[in-house]
């Protein structure tokens, strides 16, 4: 069975930059799909970050281009997600998932001083 | 970026009776045979679950009385007996090009 779990801190200051680890069980890194990161922002709907595939080839959401990376941790078997320059519009729910699923069950953060 | 509208943004339903979700894109999702067009279900306090893919495939463990439909730039999400367990917020989103993008949103809940 196939689980990812998000890792990182809950509490950002503005300017600073998010970092969050997603750990993958029971599949590999490897393995031939996109890893993908997905956001919630309180009250409001989903917005699609980015995704990185095995290769290390990635795509990024234009709206967040500028700040993502999104990279991949083979020998940890995770991949991760920094968004520099954050603000108040950054605070939400952030989920990894795996393509075609599933989805982590998402962890909040709060970017504030 | 390609646009994706769902409607409606709420359904109260009955349970026993069908319910239906429409999704639009603003250009077609069509390409290689298939539509690149996914369906998902966000019950309260849990995350996202994948319902459907390339527009018409169950994800393992779906019930058949959920079922996906469409072609082009209209997609159908219909489900023919509405239980309890099945409300909470329906997003679509297609995969077709990046960056990947979803509809609002469709609440369902029970009357």
């Known amino acids: 069975q196939v689980q990812l779990q998000e890792s990182g801190p809950g509490l950002v200051k503005p300017s600073g930059t998010l970092s969050l680890t997603c750990a993958v069980s029971g599949a590999s890194i490897n393995d031939s799909y996109w890893w993908t990161w997905v956001r919630q922002p309180p009250g409001k709907g989903l917005e699609w970050i980015g995704e990185?595939?095995?290769?290390?080839?990635?795509n990024y959401n234009p709206s967040l281009k500028s700040r993502v990376t999104i990279s991949v941790d083979k020998s940890k078997n995770q991949f991760s997600l920094n968004l520099s320059s954050v603000t108040a519009a950054d605070t939400a729910v952030y989920y990894c998932?795996?393509?075609?699923?599933?989805w982590g069950l998402g962890t909040l953060v709060t970017v504030s001083s | 970026d390609i646009v994706m509208t769902q409607s409606p943004l709420s359904l109260p339903v009955t349970p026993g009776e069908p319910a239906s979700i429409s999704c639009r894109s603003s250009q077609s999702l069509h390409s290689s045979g298939h539509y690149y067009l996914d369906w998902y279900l966000k019950k309260p306090g849990q995350s996202p679950q994948l319902l459907m893919y390339?527009?018409?495939n169950r994800a393992s463990g779906v019930p058949d009385r959920i079922s996906g439909s469409g072609s082009g730039t209209d997609f159908t999400l219909k489900i023919s007996r509405v239980e309890a367990e099945d409300v909470g917020v329906y997003y679509c989103?297609?995969?077709?090009?990046?960056?990947?993008?979803f509809g609002q949103g469709t609440k369902v809940e029970i009357k």
């Open positions: 998932v795996k393509g075609g699923g599933p």
């Open positions: 990185i595939y095995h290769s290390g080839s990635t």
């Open positions: 390339l527009g018409s």
């Open positions: 989103m297609q995969t077709l090009q990046t960056p990947r993008t």
